[in-house]
């Protein structure tokens, strides 16, 4: 078939209004398990800190004579540990006529620059608290930096051959040699961390090793709920020997790391919640800063654990 003679089509017509949809799509994620979970905690100096303690281990001969005199037990002081606030910004600059003209999806180019950079600097918080990062205590020249999960968790930690632990914070863990992640890895680090007086409520993975943990044997029986036809292929919550862990995929952690973890004992702490301000105006524009700082509270990590240098592909 062909168009008659002279037929005036949308081809060749001029003045026709675009479509443009009023809606803006976006698919990048938001959702931050660690920092939603953990306590948020209030710091008022660069340097945060805070005092761990622990039981003596328990005896079996605590047996003592009638009558006797006393025998004064020894005293442990407090352990004081720190972490070091890290400031972490975004910043936007929007012309005075971008912020004049009609826009498709957003009356303000300010307001909607905004709302986008402070998710970005959630992800970012998240990604750096769960990556394995050095305390940097900072100075004029350097900006400081704090202590992440990956420095914080050694004693209850599970690596790879030539995969050392971190320290305290101020100390970056070393990436051994990465193997299959498995049940029988996952089971002795969650023994140890009860062992060390913990009581862990998640398992927190990357997508690949969700996957894994998935086919753990564990959950080898899968069920088809019938009456809707779903197939469960999946473990949201893992029921280990010392109670139930909600297993959490994280997209910001390192997907080569495993973190088993009591949040009871996490916290982060801020010196500056998260707050925009005006930037000054230097021409015919307009800036924003937006602006957080706090650091990570490792409140005491022997109630946490890890396996570590897992494969990711």
Known sequence: MAQPTNTFDTYDSIGEREDLSDVIYSISPTDTPFLSSAAKTKSTAVLHEW???ALAAASTSNAVIEGDEATLDAVTATTRLSNSCQIMDKTVVITGT???????????EIAYQIAKKAKELKRDMEAQITTNNAEVTGSATAAREMGS???????NDVMGTSG????????ARTDGTQRAFTEDLLKSVIKSVWNAGGNPTMIMVGPFNKQKLSGFTGNSTRFDA???ATLYTSVDVYASDFGQLQ???????????A??????YWGVAFLRDFTMHELSKTGDSEKRQLLVEATLESRNEAASGSVMDLTTS
Do not use: C, H
Not at 149 to 155: E, I
Not at 164 to 171: L, Q
Not at 249 to 257: A, K, M
Not at 259 to 264: G, R, V
């Open 164 to 171: 050392t632990s971190g320290s305290v914070g101020n100390t």
């Open 51 to 53: 005092q761990t303690d």
């Open 226 to 228: 019938g009456a809707d």
């Open 247 to 257: 297993v959490v995929p994280n997209r910001f952690s390192r997907d080569r790391d």
């Open 149 to 155: 999960l990956g420095a914080w968790v050694a004693s």
């Open 259 to 264: 973190y088993i973890l009591d949040m009871d």
């Open 98 to 108: 971008q912020e004049a003209v009609d826009k498709a999806g957003r009356a303000s």
